[in-house]
């Protein structure tokens, strides 16, 4: 049977037995977790949430521990990429737990052949695992200073979940064969201001980072998940001008559903589990309000752009803190679903330019005022408030952009139809032409006011019937004190003066008073009442078919 080399420390024999009969090497001197203690304060990486209180096993702390817990990485190693073979009727595994690793981790372009979990661990150097190959990598409550890990591939899950990595990770490019799991971890910047660089990263299931705390960017530009990416809970903090970015996910693609929502502290408190107190959906079934929550916080942009995903993008219960010209970029996503509900609206601009959305279900608290939702080009299947919308509301929703988009205004009225809603699509429809007034030159802007108090620029029918009435009225009173000489004298009808206005206004009816012959300023007025009748009663008629088809 093979032997460790001679020059190893017995903690480190002691190991190589561990492996070679699949066991977990426990170093602690402690008898396991006790109370859990506070986090660290915001935007310092170094202890991730909820995972303090180990005594002397705490791995965060500064405490110093002994030759008899430390294990050399070239140890590690040789173990992984060189190891002994099995114990007869095991299965090789490093499962250290409690060690202080030194000196220089070095596994890139390895391949690592075996089960692989750290916990409760200090390294003292960063781990480099570029272009490694490996099965299931779990390292899980541990500190290290940074782990490198660009185009490793692995056939089953990577586990970083309650470690605090001040100087950040690097996945870009990487292949993981199941699920990533990043929860409740604390990850500071790198030197170009990244916490989490992962763009190009493919991972075949889910990727959880629930109560993650990320002092940088979080970028996964041109990332594929093929499950659902779970940001839950978290908060993001960009590290100022440096990089402005909170969340870099352009061009991502995600099979399932991305949440950007609050975390349920009953399904973390207390929990040893790195899935909390269950893995996947909630398992809390009352109302909301009635279990608190942890908020999913940025500071800084998020920039979703250019991504497609499969479900849906839930974005409750969050709160997005943006800074002058920051903003939360969802332009050309496409989604059967959007879920935009939260209590509060983000302090900077929301873009969904050329979006393509099936259902959006919204609230009007969760959209910022003062135009700052720009909607060009945003197209949507059908609206499903969670909250009541006024139409007012909405309507000063398509109007939030600085500048005049007509589409917006045409989108909302061809969804409100869909839903029946005809007389608020009308309406908005309206709004529309009263907001183009406003874009106009001078003689535009008059023409428009008289079409608005005329007619309400046809979508009025009730108004332009009350004008034909007043026209009318107005005709008859002048008439009857100024009755025309007949054209034939001859051949004089019954006068009536009614019935004379009536015939002007009404275009295309005969009402047997074409007979009369009105002096110069009666053919004027008679003319008036012609060309206001041929505007005013078509425009009637429109609207009185339109009230018809809708019945």
């Not at 596994?107 to 075996?114: E, K, P, S, T």
């Not at 479900?311 to 970029?329: R, Y």
């Amino acid at each position: 049977m093979e032997q460790a080399p001679d020059d190893w420390t017995d903690t480190e024999r002691g190991l190589w037995d561990a492996f070679r009969h699949g066991e977990v090497y426990d170093l602690r001197a402690g008898d396991g977790p006790v109370e859990l203690l506070l986090p660290a304060p915001a935007g310092h990486a170094v202890r991730p949430e909820g995972d303090g209180g180990h005594g002397p096993d705490d791995p965060f702390t500064a405490e110093d521990w002994g030759p008899e817990r430390t294990v050399r990485a070239e140890v590690i190693a040789r173990l992984l990429l060189h190891g002994p073979e099995a114990a007869p009727g095991k299965v090789t595994a490093l499962k250290l737990t409690g060690a202080r690793i030194t000196g220089e981790f070095t596994l890139a372009g390895g391949r690592i052949g075996c089960y692989v979990e750290f916990q409760l661990c200090r390294f003292e150097r960063k781990l480099l695992l570029s272009e490694a190959t490996a099965g299931t990598l779990r390292i899980v409550s541990c500190a290290l200073p940074r782990l490198e890990a660009s185009r490793l591939a692995s056939e089953g899950d990577v586990h970083l979940a309650r470690c605090g990595i001040p100087d950040g990770i690097r996945l870009t490019d990487a292949r993981i064969g199941t699920d990533l799991l990043l929860n409740q971890s604390a990850v500071g910047p790198d030197a170009y201001g990244r916490a989490v660089s992962a763009d190009g990263i493919a991972i075949n299931q889910d990727c959880e980072a629930e109560r993650l705390d990320l002092l940088g960017e979080l970028s996964l530009r041109s990332a594929r998940i093929g499950g659902r990416l779970s940001l839950r809970g978290g908060t993001l903090r960009a590290v100022g001008a440096h990089n402005p970015n909170a969340v870099n996910a352009a061009r991502m693609t995600v099979g399932h559903t991305l949440y950007l929502s609050g975390s349920e502290d009953a399904n973390w408190t207390g929990s040893r589990s790195v899935y909390g107190s269950g893995y996947g959906e909630s398992t809390f079934t009352g109302a909301y309000a009635a279990t608190t929550h942890t908020p999913f916080r940025s500071w800084g942009r998020i920039r979703l752009s250019d991504g497609r995903f499969d479900n849906a993008v839930l974005i409750t219960a969050a709160e997005f803190h943006l800074g002058e010209d920051e903003e939360l970029a969802l332009s050309r996503i496409q989604t059967p679903e959007l879920r935009f509900t939260c209590d509060t609206p983000p302090t900077g601009a929301v873009s969904l330019n050329r979006a393509r959305i099936g259902n959006l279900v919204d609230a009007p608290s969760a959209w910022p005022t003062a135009h700052h939702v720009s909607l060009t080009g945003f197209t949507y299947e059908s609206l499903r408030p969670a909250r009541p919308f006024p139409l007012e509301r909405r309507i000063a929703w398509v109007d939030s952009g600085p500048e005049f988009r007509p589409e917006a205004y045409e989108q909302l009225a061809a969804a409100l139809r869909r839903d029946g809603a005809d007389e608020d699509a009308r309406t908005v429809l309206y709004a529309k032409q009263r907001r183009r007034r406003r874009t106009l030159p001078l003689p535009g802007r008059i023409w428009g006011h008289l079409q608005d108090a005329a007619i309400g620029y046809g979508y009025r029918p009730g108004r332009a019937a009350a004008w034909l009435v007043l026209a009318w009225a107005l005709g008859t009173a002048y008439f009857a004190a100024h009755e025309p000489a007949p054209v034939k004298a001859d051949e004089k009808v019954l006068w009536n003066p009614a019935l004379y206005a009536a015939g002007k206004v009404l275009p295309l009816v005969d009402l047997g008073q074409n007979g009369w012959n009105p002096d110069r300023p009666g053919q004027w007025v008679a003319t008036a009442l012609v060309l206001t009748g041929w505007v005013l009663a078509t425009t009637t008629v429109a609207g009185v078919t339109r009230l018809l088809q809708r019945g």
